[in-house]
């Protein structure tokens, strides 16, 4: 797994605190090798669902 800390990660457009919560982590998966590839894809996936609604444009 890739635990680069650099912005390449992220749309310019992506939310600040789905940013952080990503980061967190990644921090958190370099720290625990006990999550695995799929695990950490999973979270990801889920982090950045929770954030989708706000590039919905039907929301406004």
Known sequence: M??????????????LLMQQEIMLLKLKAFHNSSITDAEYEIL?????????????????
């Open 44 to 60: 990801e996936k889920e982090i950045r669902e929770k954030y989708s609604y706000r590039h919905r444009s039907d929301d406004y």
């Open 2 to 15: 890739d635990h680069s800390d650099d912005q390449s990660d992220f749309a310019p457009d992506d939310d």
